[in-house]
């Protein structure tokens, strides 16, 4: 076996993980297709493998790969259901591009200014192709402003808004404050949006930055508006270090998306996200898509993330399924600690830790083993939520609120 195919990380991947990253890429270097064909032909569990391209959303790129690479070796089984998944993908995404279309056009005549992000327009901007990424639903910024004005659009396009108790528990905690919206008798699903938020979590997208820099995009025959791939890649990197990044299609979102624009005005980005407060969540999603997909960086880009050696060695933990054994991974539910071990200043770090021990999460008193200020945080929460209960009993209702709007519950 050439050394290139052999796994070489601390934390090991399973076999069958190796694969699925090897083959989760639109461009695969000729060495990488001998390892592909290599490993194709060795003893692997393929309904596993199958089942990670579903849960990581990668099968039309899994498809892609082996039937052109290494169709010889793939099961005939596993072939066809591959082929089966990614037709079903493509015909789904061609439905919902047809209807992000339709909306964005209303959107426009009724004065909404509206931004596709991720989805569809993700697809072209960063894959080229609207079959290779997959997506189930719209997901539309617009400005909190405009929230009524977009709700009356979608109702009159035959949308009827889901309520918090049609939604699944974990769906409603996703992306925080957003509003779903389901079209009668039909597929789509639209999503608006103007903060990624959940209960320990805000990152707010509709900033006047964004919409004074976003682009047109030629999508579908017609011209949409779309994020600049500045700001979209900052997006993506806070999406995916919010979720842990659970899946790996959120890594290759980052790599084809600088593949497809390897010039990107890096001080920009870099200045974005420092004043968004996002800079390590950046450096995490360029860590992990270099690392895993080998995305092309600048050198420059590539030495400032080498000075940080936590996203380093955070990022060799996520996605959490694919690892040999997944109990050395950082899963989503875990996220929240990641959260704080990504947060760009000792000062937000703390204060964050602060909130999560008024919060009384059980994250702090019973951290990972991971976490390297599990010692400290778990001191601290001993300190503070003894106290918070007492406060809690003897301070009045009104001097709480107080307290609260002072020291904020999310950071």
């Known amino acids: 076996m050439i050394k290139i195919c052999h796994a070489t990380e601390a934390v090991p991947l399973l076999p069958e993980s190796e694969l699925l990253v090897w083959c989760a890429r639109t461009v695969v270097p000729n060495k990488l297709k001998a390892c592909i064909r290599q490993r194709a032909q060795e003893s692997l569990d393929w309904p596993v493998l199958l089942n990670m391209a579903r849960s990581h959303g990668v099968v039309p790129l899994l498809y892609r790969n082996l039937s052109t690479i290494a169709s010889d070796f793939v099961p005939t089984e596993a072939l066809i259901r591959l082929r089966q998944l990614t037709q079903a993908s493509a015909l789904l995404n061609q439905s919902l591009a047809q209807e992000l279309v339709v909306l964005c056009k209303a959107f426009t005549a009724g ?44 109702l009159v396009h035959g949308y009827e808004r889901k309520t918090s108790a049609e939604e699944p528990s974990e769906r409603n905690q996703e992306e925080g404050p957003h509003h779903v919206y389901i079209k009668k008798r039909g597929l789509s699903r639209v999503d608006l949006q103007w903060v990624m938020a959940d209960r320990h979590f805000a990152f707010r997208l509709d900033r006047s930055e964004v919409w004074r820099r976003r682009i047109p995009v030629a999508f579908e025959n017609h011209t949409i508006e779309g994020l600049a791939p500045e700001d979209l890649l900052i ?18 979102d980052v790599a084809e998306l600088l593949h497809a624009h390897p010039v990107l005005d890096w001080k920009q980005c870099f200045a974005s996200a420092s004043d968004w407060r996002c800079r390590r969540m950046l450096s995490m999603g360029l860590f992990l898509a ?108 009104a001097i709480r609120s107080a307290v609260n709007r002072w020291v904020p519950h999310v950071g």
């Open 235 to 252: 997006v993506l990197c806070v999406h995916g270090s919010k979720h842990a990044w659970e899946h790996l299609k959120w890594v290759c």
């Open 111 to 154: 004065g909404v200014p509206v931004i596709p992000i991720k989805g569809a327009t993700l697809a072209v901007l960063a894959y080229g192709d609207l079959s290779l990424r997959d997506f189930t639903d719209l997901d539309l910024l617009i400005p909190e402003a405009s929230i009524v004005e977009a709700q009356n659009i979608l």
């Open 290 to 397: 270099h690392r895993l997909l080998d995305a092309p960086l600048p050198q420059i880009v590539l030495e400032r993330l080498k000075e940080d050696s936590d996203v380093q060695s955070l990022s060799r933990r996520m996605p959490a399924s694919l690892l040999a054994n997944s109990q050395d991974g950082i899963s989503e539910e875990q996220a929240t600690v990641l959260y704080f071990a990504l947060k760009d200043s000792w000062w937000e770090r703390w204060c964050f830790g602060l909130m999560l021990c008024r919060a009384h999460s059980h994250l702090a008193t019973t951290p990972p083993p991971w976490f390297r200020w599990r010692t400290s945080l778990r001191r601290l929460a001993n300190i503070i939520i003894p106290a918070h209960r007492v406060l809690k009993f003897l301070l009045s209702p």
